[in-house]
C-alpha cells in the first residue's frame, strides 16, 4: 500500500480552505492508504507563534483533522517537534539542497516582500523541513494545493540529489495528489487571495469553528459584484469573488460549479447568499460539534499526539539511522 504524508501549520485558525483543500480529502485516503497525518508546528515557528497560542492552536489542529474525518487510529496522527527525525533530517537535506534552489522559491518570495533581510532562516529553509517530513517515512504519495507544487518538486530534486550523491536508492521520488482548481478558497474579502489563516482580517475566512450567526454575517458581507449569475461557469471569468462564492457552493454542495451557476441563473447574490449560507451551515455544524467536543478533553488530545508520534517515530528513526550510516556519521545504526 503506498504511504501518505501531508500536515497543515497551526499558525491560526483552521478554515473552510483547510477543511474543502485538504481535510475532506485526507479523510478519504485513509480507505486507500496508510496515512500519517502532521500538525507542522516545526513549519509554524518560521514565522512568530506565542507559545500559550502555538499549544492551543497544535490541539485546535488536531481537533480539526479529527473533526472533519481523520481516524487517529487508523491514520498516524502526531505534531512534529515530538519526532526528532524531521529536525535530524531536515539539517542533512540543508547540507544537500542548493542556496540556488531555496532562492526560486516562489511562497518564500510571497511572505517575504520587500522584507526578505528580516524574515527568519527558518522560513528560507522551510521547504528542506518539508522534504524530511516526507522522506523521513519515505511517503510514496503527498496530498497538496496547487501552491505546495513547487515545494513538492524540490523534495523530488533533494531526493534524486541525495541518491545520487551517496550512491543510494534510499528515497522515492514522492508523487503529488494536486486538489482540483475547486478546491482552492479564496478570501471573502478579496477574490483574488487564498483564503488564510494569517490574514489580519478575520471577515477573509470561515473558520472551522465558527457558529451560524458568524458563517451567515461573515457571507452576507462577502465581497461580490452587482451582476447575475451566470447559466455557465466559464461566464465567472474576470469576476473572483463571484466565482469564488460559486465555487464555496459547489464544493460544499459536491456538486459542480455548472450546476450551481444552472440552479441560480438569472438571480443576484443578495438572493444567492443565503442559499450558500444555509449549505455552509449544514455542512460545518457537526465538524464544529465535534471539534468542541474534542477540544473540551486537551489532555486526551495530548494522549492521542503522544501515541502518534510513537507510532511515527517507530517508522521515522530506522530510516534516519539508515540515512545517516548513508552519509558518513559514526553511531548506533552505522
Ligand atoms: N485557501 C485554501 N484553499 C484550498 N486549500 C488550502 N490550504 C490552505 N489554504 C487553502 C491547504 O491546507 C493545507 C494545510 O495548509 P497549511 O496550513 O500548512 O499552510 P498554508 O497553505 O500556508 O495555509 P494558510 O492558511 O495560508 O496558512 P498561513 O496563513 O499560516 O500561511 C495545505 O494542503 C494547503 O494547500
Not at 500559550?52 to 487508523?74: F, H, I, K, N, W
Not at 455552509?280 to 486537551?298: G, Y
Amino acid at each position: 500500500m503506498s504511504r501518505v504524508f501531508s500536515g497543515a501549520q497551526p499558525s491560526g485558525n483552521m478554515h473552510l480552505g483547510n477543511y474543502l483543500g485538504a481535510f475532506k480529502n485526507w479523510a478519504k485516503l485513509q480507505d486507500s492508504h496508510e496515512c500519517l497525518y502532521c500538525v507542522v508546528d516545526m513549519h509554524a515557528i518560521t514565522v512568530w507563534q506565542n507559545p500559550a497560542d502555538l499549544r492551543d492552536q497544535t490541539r485546535e489542529a488536531a481537533a480539526a483533522y479529527m473533526a472533519a474525518g481523520v481516524d487517529p487510529d487508523r491514520s498516524i496522527l502526531f505534531n512534529q517537534s515530538q519526532v526528532p527525525a524531521h529536525a535530524e533530517l531536515a539539517w542533512i537535506f540543508n547540507c544537500v539542497a542548493r542556496i540556488g534552489w531555496l532562492n526560486r522559491m516562489t511562497q518564500f518570495k510571497d511572505k517575504v516582500g520587500k522584507n526578505r533581510e528580516k524574515a527568519s532562516v527558518g522560513l528560507w529553509v522551510y521547504p528542506n523541513l518539508m522534504a524530511a517530513d516526507i522522506l523521513a517515512y519515505r511517503a510514496t504519495h503527498v496530498p497538496v494545493g496547487e501552491d505546495q507544487k513547487q515545494h513538492l518538486e524540490l523534495t523530488r530534486d533533494i531526493a534524486q540529489k541525495f541518491n545520487t550523491d551517496f550512491e543510494t536508492d534510499m528515497f522515492p521520488l514522492v508523487e503529488p495528489i494536486i486538489q482540483s482548481e475547486g478546491a482552492r478558497v479564496m478570501s471573502l474579502r478579496d477574490g483574488s487571495k487564498k483564503m488564510s489563516k494569517s490574514e489580519p482580517s478575520d471577515m477573509s475566512r470561515i473558520n472551522m469553528g465558527d457558529d451560524a450567526d458568524t458563517i451567515a454575517l461573515k457571507i452576507k458581507k462577502a465581497k461580490t459584484d452587482a451582476e447575475l449569475i451566470p447559466e455557465r461557469a466559464d461566464d465567472l471569468d474576470g469576476r473572483p469573488e463571484a466565482r469564488n462564492l460559486i465555487g464555496l457552493y459547489a464544493a460544499l454542495a459536491d456538486i459542480s460549479r455548472d450546476d450551481v451557476c444552472a440552479r441560480f441563473a438569472g438571480q443576484g447574490f443578495g438572493a444567492f447568499k443565503p442559499a450558500l449560507t444555509e449549505v455552509a451551515v449544514d455542512k460545518l455544524a457537526p465538524i464544529t460539534t465535534e471539534m468542541r467536543r474534542l477540544m473540551a478533553d486537551k489532555a486526551e488530545i495530548d494522549r492521542v499526539l503522544a501515541r502518534g508520534a510513537e507510532r511515527a517515530n517507530a517508522i521515522a528513526a530506522p530510516i534516519l539511522g539508515e540515512v545517516k550510516s548513508a552519509v558518513g556519521f559514526i553511531g548506533a545504526s552505522s
